[in-house]
């Protein structure tokens, strides 16, 4: 009998509180309370590290969650057992007073009674019935209870279903509210870009014309000047010339003289200094509108953070930041390092996000041999440049003009003018390579000290061992997070952008901003012996 009490206690300790039933799977929490492995996964939303317990309202971490294998071993030993085991049969039960058979209920004591009990003084003015008749009239009652608390499980089951559906509702409605703010920034993003490039694009135009101009202006200076100076010479030698030879044509070269007249043209064009002017006034303009803008969302997002923070704890305040963070970053396409991280130290937090799939763009490209160093080995197919292990920086310079020296460096083949054209390049040699990837303005220089900077014409990344570093302004070195085997590079002539990205996964590394005088070429140079590039595709 008591190991049927003690096996009955037992199943009700390994019920969870959750869902009411055995223990399937179960695992103790950090604050020590046990569920259902199923039943404390869906606390809370799973995307988060904290759940909080069910009955003491802790905190724990999801990550603390660990099965409890005593009680696994419990819920199975209890599970085995036969059923009577924990249900025992009744047995006949003896008056504790009397030692007699108990035959009868008092309901106003709700005690069993012998024959001697219910004519005892104590029960003789007492209801007491049979215990089958008992049994019978407490049956039909609980028979009333079970149907009233059936008829409040169905009107809890059915506000369950309302309240989910409501709920569900409401995510809706979240979801589109996401879609809607993502799909109207994504268009101001979309204007604002278009605007940029409309606005460059006018820039570069003005900055060609006058360049077209300044040519002009030189080229017709110059030819005054060349005949300005051809008659002094006549003069300066007539005057030293015998009479005779003096006099004949004086007046011609007199009067040659006399009329000369400097014909100063127009320095900039007509009309593209009062176009700059009007690209300056709308620039103001829009550059006072996004002032403005700025100012008002920036008020605007203060009072709304302030009005939905409000009343919310600490700890959710905390975790909503960071995750608008996270969605915001995941947005983007690629994200340009910033100018004023240039010489920053913390460099290990440059975003790597993944960039549009830019094999749509990939260009062939080979190797322009007439440009080469002479001590680069180029294979046939014009795809691979090694750099010479008996390379001597002190060669002889190449006679060829197009020839770099004493820098080991090579272009691409074919230039690009327009466009967008993507190539990739693998670093293979000591230390894994060491070398400059980009491009170069087909003009640059080949002879000399070269500055491998922007202003130069170069736009470069430098890989050596561990390090890539974008080659910036001025000598600056721009320190990268990464160090990519494989280095792929998107031009945008169009848009002015040098792109480079590391081609075994296409997340981003380095944008250049750039303005491009004309034709430019793929442009590398080899820094170790040994070290070798291949282009693809």
Known sequence: MAGQQLASHLQDEVICSICMDTLQEPVTIHCGHTFCLRCISQIGN??????????????????????????????????????SEIQPEEEEMKCSKHGERLHYFCEQDGEFLCVVCRDSKDHRSHNAILIEEAAQIYQRQIQSKMEVLLQKEKEIL?????????????????????QRVEQHFQHLRQVLAKEENFLLARLRWLEMEGAKGKKFYSISTEAQLNSLKKLIESLTAKRQMQPRQLLKDIKTLLSRSEVFQFLNPTSVPEGLEKKL????????????????????????????????????????KKSLVPSALLRARSRASYVEVPRDRINSEDTGNFPLVQIGDPRS??????????????????????????????????????????????????????????????????????EGGASLVGVASEPVPRKGHLRMEPLSGFWALRIFGPTCQALAEHGTRVDLPVRPRKVGVL???????????????NSHIYTFQASFPGKICPFFRLLLQGTQITLSP
């Not at 945008?492 to 075994?504: I, L, P, Q, R, S």
């Open 46 to 83: 799973s995307s988060d590290d904290l759940l909080r317990c069910p009955l003491c309202q802790h905190y724990v971490q999801r990550s603390t969650l660990r099965p409890n294998w005593l009680l696994v071993n419990l819920v199975e030993r209890i599970q085995a057992m036969d059923p």
């Open 158 to 178: 059915l506000e369950k279903k309302r309240g989910e559906q409501k709920n569900e509702v409401f995510q809706t409605q979240v979801r589109l509210e996401k």
């Open 277 to 316: 002017n009007e690209a300056k006034s709308s620039h103001n303009a829009i550059t006072e509108n996004l002032r403005k803008f700025k100012e008002n969302l920036q008020t605007e997002k203060k009072k709304d953070e302030a009005r939905f923070l409000k009343g919310m704890d600490e700890r959710d």
């Open 361 to 430: 763009d990939l260009t062939a490209v080979t190797l322009d041999a007439a440009t080469a160093h002479p001590d680069l080995i180029l294979s046939p197919d014009l795809k691979t440049a090694m750099l010479h292990r008996g390379y001597q920086s002190d060669s002889t310079e190449p006679t060829n003009p197009e020839r770099f020296h004493p820098f080991c460096c090579v272009l691409g083949l074919p230039g690009f003018t327009s466009g967008r054209q993507a190539w990739e390049a693998e670093l293979q040699g000591p």
């Open 491 to 505: 031009v945008d002539h169009n848009e002015g952008k040098v792109t480079f990205y590391d081609a075994t996964n």
